[in-house]
């Protein structure tokens, strides 16, 4: 069965209530620990299936937006997800009330317990129609992104096409698509400042609706972080300012002479090399059957797992009119199927979806045998630990995709890593910023942001954009949007895939496969600080902890004579 056979259903609310809490009350009366775990497994089924619908739904609706049939199901789902979870809040409370709690503990993960325990501490019926309007102002923000079709180039564009542009040799080029992409975000000012300021207050009344100080501490169990605080992200940070700022302040002078720009401008940061960046030397059926070759020599198991996503045709890659922007993995329970959804646009962004997302895709494949759907993924920075690391693992098979441009890609992948770690941090500092003062006004926030963008981004120069220089350049990311406080992820998880790029390129450590290989079988059933200890890897919150791996980085992108390639 392919994925355009996968059958979506919308789910009748009250058949699935009455189901599931009769299964709960089955839990709470059950006379002996097997009897709960058969209740729990049966909970598990019936909530598998859920989410089964819940993603086709969403997927099909990020593949076309325009789709009325899937348009409304969405909306369905805005309005209904928070009831879903208030069903699954009665089968969490009554887990940790029943007399054989510590009996499952002794079968069951820890992390399916902890998952539990932060799904109650963030939610309470009496913040529904609060999480039915959050969920809505997210939609909105996507649609609004998604219904872009900017006339540059004699076409109508979406914000993803315009990738090549914004890589042109040609300077005159990528001022003129930078400035077409942006003025989209400038006649869009006023709605996108109203959409941010109804979400921050609506997430900081539901916060404090549920006892908390500020919509930070929600967001923090929200994200689960079962084994870290902000005050240890503060630590972090701190490190990101100390040894990784110095080396893109280097990285970015040695961009400046490669590309022979002495007054490097904000729409020159995305090129690379002057005889332009790295690109894949095919279409994206020569991307696709090089992928397939690679994961059959990389390992059996990713042999198996890339024939398993081809062939059911659980990728939908190519950018279209429509089509919601970026790029996911996601699972679909009853199917056992990761999906793969991408925007290609003929950069070398469209191999990193190869290996990040496939990465993702990777470890819940691995994860199949995991029956709690809570856990199947683990947190969300483990989770990039995956996506991250595969990018890295992958090299030796970069060839395939872009042959005499090789070391070109492997100079600009390296380097790009380490130059998204300060704006990684950076969102996830303006966010702390935002919902601790959530009574600042929209001009307030740019302000703030440009002052954050000048500490972590010290090299950006938007002197020939007022819109950019009064800082907006946060509106086209998603993530502060619609995921509050994901973002930082992404930057711990490259700092444990750059530990395993030195340890698989540079040391040739052959436990590192086997280390990474273990990681994706945990899943979810392992915290972030438990999956970087299983790795063999150092923790980001440990003091010192990026000094040595960005020294060593540092060193070999020095050793690189850069202005050859």
């Known amino acids: 069965m392919k994925f355009q056979d996968y059958t979506y259903e919308r789910p009748d609310f009250d058949l699935y209530k009455k189901d599931f809490l009769h299964l709960v009350d089955n839990l709470k009366e059950a006379e002996s620990a097997d009897q709960v775990k058969q209740a729990i497994d049966e909970v598990s089924e019936l909530t598998a299936s859920l989410d089964t619908m819940g993603t086709l739904a969403s997927i099909r609706n990020s593949i076309d937006t325009k789709d009325d049939f899937y348009d409304q199901e969405d909306k369905y789902w805005n309005e209904y997800s928070p009831y879903y979870q208030e069903l699954s809040t009665t089968y969490y409370k ?41 969920n809505q102002l997210s939609s909105d923000y996507q ?25 042109s040799t040609d300077r005159d080029i990528r001022k003129a698509a930078s400035d077409a992409q942006w003025s989209f975000f400038e006649e869009n000012e006023s709605k996108l400042d109203d959409l941010y300021d109804e979400l921050v207050k609506v997430r900081d009344t539901i916060a404090k609706k549920l006892g908390y100080k500020d919509f930070v501490e929600l967001g923090y169990v929200r994200m689960k972080r079962f084994d870290y605080d902000r005050s240890m992200v503060d630590v972090y940070r701190k490190q990101v300012l100390d040894y990784v700022v110095p080396v893109t302040q280097k990285l970015s002078k040695r961009q400046a002479e490669r590309i022979g720009i002495e007054d490097m401008k904000h729409y020159d940061a995305s090129l690379q090399f002057l ?45 279209k009119e429509g089509k919601a922007g970026g790029g996911y993995c996601t699972y679909i329970p009853d199917y056992q199927s990761p999906f793969i959804f991408a925007n290609f646009n003929g950069t070398s962004g469209d191999i990193d979806v190869l290996t990040h997302e496939a990465g993702h895709a990777f ?12 856990i199947v993924f683990p947190t969300f920075e483990t989770c990039e630990i995956h996506s991250m690391s595969m990018e890295f693992f992958t090299y030796p098979w970069m060839e395939l995709f872009f042959k005499e441009q ?70 086209r990311q998603g993530h502060i949007f ?61 003091e010192g902890s990026l000094e040595g791996v960005i020294q060593t980085i540092d060193q070999a992108l020095e050793e690189v004579d850069d202005k050859a390639l």
């Open 94 to 134: 009554a887990i940790m009330a029943s007399p054989y709690l510590d009996e499952l503990k002794d079968t069951y993960p820890r992390t399916f317990f902890q998952n539990m325990q932060f799904e109650l501490d963030a939610f309470d019926s009496s913040v529904i129609d609060l999480l039915q309007k959050e």
């Open 482 to 542: 619609g995921m509050p406080f994901y973002y930082i992820d992404y930057t711990l998880a490259q700092i444990c895939a750059l530990q395993f790029w030195k340890r698989a390129i540079v040391d040739k450590d052959e436990n590192a496969w086997s280390d990474y290989l273990a990681i994706c079988k945990a899943g979810g059933t392992q915290s972030f600080l438990e999956t970087v200890e299983t790795a063999n890897l150092r923790s980001p919150f440990e």
């Open 275 to 319: 005889d332009g960046n790295p690109t894949p030397q095919g279409d994206p059926d020569y991307i696709i059957d090089n992928g397939r070759k690679m994961y059959h020599e990389l390992s059996d198991e990713t042999a198996e797992f890339i024939d398993f996503l081809f062939d059911k045709e659980l990728v939908d890659l190519l950018s």
């Open 143 to 167: 649609k609004l992104i998604a219904s872009a079709e900017i006339e540059f180039d004699g076409k109508k564009l979406t914000l993803s096409q315009f990738g090549p542009y914004l890589e």
């Open 363 to 374: 470890q819940v494949y691995q994860s199949r045998w995991i029956k709690q759907p809570e």
């Open 406 to 475: 090789t070391d070109k890609y492997k100079f600009n992948h390296l380097s790009g890593a380490v130059r998204f770690l300060p704006y990684g941090v950076l969102v996830d500092h303006f966010q702390h910023e935002v919902y601790e003062n959530p009574e600042w006004s929209p001009e307030k926030r740019k302000q703030v942001w440009r002052e954050l963008e000048k500490q972590y981004l010290p090299e950006r120069d938007f002197s020939e954009n007022d819109f950019l220089d009064k800082g907006t350049f946060w509106f």
